[in-house]
């Protein structure tokens, strides 16, 4: 399992790689690009997709495998069952204050212009930017409501 960690982890420094490069050297309109560069993004995108399943395929047996904990607590263990767990259960957080952060930014742009032309209209931007900040509390809550489900 370790070695496909370590497959993976190429992979996404492959991908940082190629984002670098096309950074600094970006593809014109006119220029197409070449066929190696379009043919090894795509076969990093699939062997990290191929990867990524094989892990998680492991990572099942994995946790179905294991054994029960000898005491009732689990002696203050975290085992990889509760840690996948607690990883999906971050996951709602982290996808709302994402998608907050990309609402956010478009609306609070256009509220300061706004504002900067007609004053009075603060109160009517605030609100727009208030309920596109209200994406990242439902999944905070909803994410509270998850850590209670957690035995």
């Known amino acids: 399992m370790m070695w496909m960690v370590g497959f993976m982890s190429l992979c996404?420094?492959?991908?940082?790689?190629?984002?670098?490069?096309?950074?600094?050297?970006?593809?014109?309109?006119?220029?197409?690009?070449?066929?190696?560069?379009?043919?090894?993004?795509?076969?990093?995108?699939?062997?990290?997709v191929t990867a990524e399943v094989g892990l998680l395929f492991i990572g099942m047996h994995d946790v179905m495998a294991e054994t029960a904990a000898s005491a009732p607590g689990g002696g203050g263990e975290v085992s990889v069952g509760l840690g996948l767990a607690l990883i999906g259960i971050g996951?709602?957080?982290?996808?709302?204050?994402?998608?907050?952060?990309?609402?956010?930014?478009?609306?609070?742009?256009?509220?300061?212009?706004?504002?900067?032309?007609?004053?009075?209209?603060?109160?009517r931007s605030l609100i727009y930017l208030g309920l596109a900040e209200g994406i990242a509390i439902y999944g905070l809550v909803v994410t509270i409501l998850l850590l209670g489900k957690i035995p």
């Open 12 to 48: 996404v420094l492959g991908l940082i790689a190629s984002g670098v490069y096309l950074e600094f050297r970006p593809l014109s309109v006119r220029r197409n690009p070449s066929p190696f560069l379009r043919g090894s993004i795509a076969l990093n995108l699939l062997l990290f």
């Open 91 to 123: 996951i709602p957080t982290a996808l709302a204050t994402i998608g907050a952060g990309i609402a956010v930014g478009p609306v609070g742009a256009s509220s300061l212009a706004v504002i900067a032309e007609k004053p009075e209209m603060l109160g």
